[in-house]
């Protein structure tokens, strides 16, 4: 299964541009408290499976992590499960790096 990425530069182009779109980080809640970017669904990784009914089938989802790795695997289990999902390259570094150096790296 080949999953999508985009840039978090795209991602706030096609939100800025009325995109529906969901941005889901699912990293822990310490995580959150450390760095995080407004408009998320949170919910950690391992709760996703639980928490599928929270997640809104008529958006794309945007699946956010620290680095891109558990967002991976998020996106995919989501494709598997009949959603419209992609992963955010380079996860929150990546957004803090590229658009928003006010965000905290860790």
Known sequence: ???REITPAEF?????????LTLLDV??????????????????MGEVAQRLGEIDRHKE?????????R????????QQN??????LAGGILAWSHDVDATIPTY
């Open 1 to 3: 299964m080949n999953i």
């Open 12 to 20: 706030i182009a096609r939100r800025d541009g009325g995109a529906a």
């Open 27 to 44: 990293r822990e809640g310490w995580e959150l408290g450390v760095a995080s970017v407004p408009g998320i669904l949170h919910i950690p």
């Open 61 to 69: 989802v945007v699946v956010l992590c620290r680095s891109g790795r």
């Open 71 to 78: 967002s991976m695997e998020v996106a995919k289990f989501l």
């Open 82 to 87: 009949g959603y419209q999902a992609v992963n």
